[in-house]
Each structure stands twice: as structure tokens, then as C-alpha cells.
């Protein structure tokens, strides 16, 4: 089945840094999805983004889909940016979403 | 407010025990899923469904079952045959086949 590899695992911030999350995977795909876990379980949707550059104040992400990745971008980060950060793809051949294992990310002040 | 309702939130259940996570959603969307997340790992498929009265399992959907007799319902069993039911259960919806998945708040079951 597709493979869906996120980098890094883990990142530690100090608040006002930039970072970029990365997501890579195996096939082609019909859509991607970023979400943002918070300390309570609930999954955030942060962008539907097949292809190109989407942007949503302080977070943007770029996915290549000929190559076969995505990026998400935090710009000034807060410490309510602190979370899991997952990468989820649909494949071409079925309506099955899959997961990454995420990135967790901690923002110190 | 549109949405997806997951219930309850916390469950406890016995060894043994057979229980059913609810999930609703009042988004007018055909497809439905539940996810299974454990500590410190992502989001695995258990079961999905595109339409009424049809379901597929997704990549671990041993111990589970489901039904979907309404498009705005889609209820899994935790049977007693889950060797290990303890863990966050997250249901989804969505429209089409490519569009955007739009999550609950999830059930956190525990075995006691």
C-alpha cells in the first residue's frame, strides 16, 4: 500500500521561529490533507491541498505533486501551535484516507 | 451547527463486553469513516462507507463491525473478539471520493 513518511518526528521551538514540516509519499494521490491535533484529540483541518500553494495567515503549505511531497510552513510560531501535525492522502484507486505518523511539534516561550 | 457528534466521549467497558461508539454527522456527506489512533502513533482505518447500506474494512477492521442504514449515521461495535480495544476512536465524513475529510471529537474507549 501507499507509503505516507513525515519529517521531522519531532520539533522543539522557541516561540517567534519559522519551521517546515514535511510530508512525502509513495503514489500518486487525489487529494492531501494537513490537520493539526490539539492536547484534546480533536483534529484540526488546516488545508485541502492536492496541488500548489495555499495560505491561511500565519501557515502555508506546498504540495508538488508530480514529486511526490508537501510542505507545510509555520511563520512567528505561538505556543498554541504546539501539537501533532499530520499528513493524510487519498489514493487515486479508492476513497481511503491515509495517515502519516506525524510531527510533534513544541513551541517554548 | 453542521458537524460530526462522536458519543460519548469516554467509554469504559468490561473483558468480554460488546460496545457501540456513535457517530452523526448533519453535513448532507455520502461517505463515513472510523479511524483507531493509539498513543503516540497515527490514524488507522478500520472501516469506511460511500453510501448507504454498503461499507468496506479498512486495514484493521478484525474485532470491529459497523452498520449504515441512514447517511447520517455510522455506528461501530467494539466486539469482544478486539484483542486489544483500548485506544482513541475517531469517525470522519466527507462528500466525494477526493474531498476534504472533516473529523469528530472522538471516543476515547478503555477496557477495565
Known amino acids: 500500500g501507499i507509503q505516507v513518511e513525515q519529517s521531522p518526528p519531532d520539533l522543539i521551538l522557541q516561540e517567534g521561529a519559522n519551521s517546515t514540516l514535511r510530508c512525502n509519499f509513495s503514489?500518486?494521490?487525489?487529494?492531501l490533507q494537513w490537520f493539526h491535533q490539539n492536547p484534546w484529540g480533536q483534529l484540526i483541518n488546516l488545508f485541502y491541498?492536492?496541488?500548489g500553494t495555499k495560505q491561511n495567515g500565519r501557515l502555508s503549505a506546498t504540495t508538488v505533486a508530480t514529486e511526490r511531497y508537501s510542505l507545510l510552513y509555520i511563520s512567528s510560531s505561538q505556543t498554541t501551535d504546539s501539537g501533532v501535525y499530520f499528513c493524510?492522502?487519498?489514493?487515486?484507486?479508492?476513497?481511503?484516507?491515509?495517515f502519516g505518523a506525524g510531527t510533534i511539534l513544541r513551541v517554548k516561550s | 451547527d453542521g458537524g460530526i457528534t462522536q458519543s460519548p466521549k469516554y467509554l469504559f467497558r468490561k473483558e468480554g463486553q460488546n460496545v457501540t461508539l456513535s457517530c452523526e454527522q448533519n453535513?448532507?456527506?455520502?461517505?463515513m469513516y472510523w479511524y483507531r489512533q493509539d498513543p503516540g502513533q497515527g490514524l488507522r482505518l478500520i472501516y469506511y462507507?460511500?453510501?448507504?447500506?454498503?461499507?468496506q474494512k479498512g486495514d484493521i477492521a478484525e474485532g470491529y463491525s459497523v452498520s449504515r442504514e441512514k447517511k447520517e449515521s455510522f455506528p461501530l461495535t467494539v466486539t469482544s473478539a478486539q484483542k486489544n480495544p483500548t485506544a482513541f476512536y475517531l469517525c470522519?465524513?466527507?462528500?466525494?471520493?477526493?474531498?476534504?475529510?472533516?473529523f469528530g471529537q472522538g471516543t476515547r474507549l478503555t477496557v477495565v
Open positions: 453535513l448532507n456527506h455520502d461517505a
Open positions: 503514489d500518486s494521490v487525489n487529494n
Open positions: 493524510a492522502v487519498c489514493l487515486d484507486y479508492g476513497n481511503k484516507l491515509v
Open positions: 462507507s460511500q453510501i448507504v447500506n454498503d461499507f
Open positions: 470522519a465524513s466527507s462528500t466525494t471520493r477526493d474531498a476534504e475529510a472533516f
Open positions: 491541498i492536492p496541488s
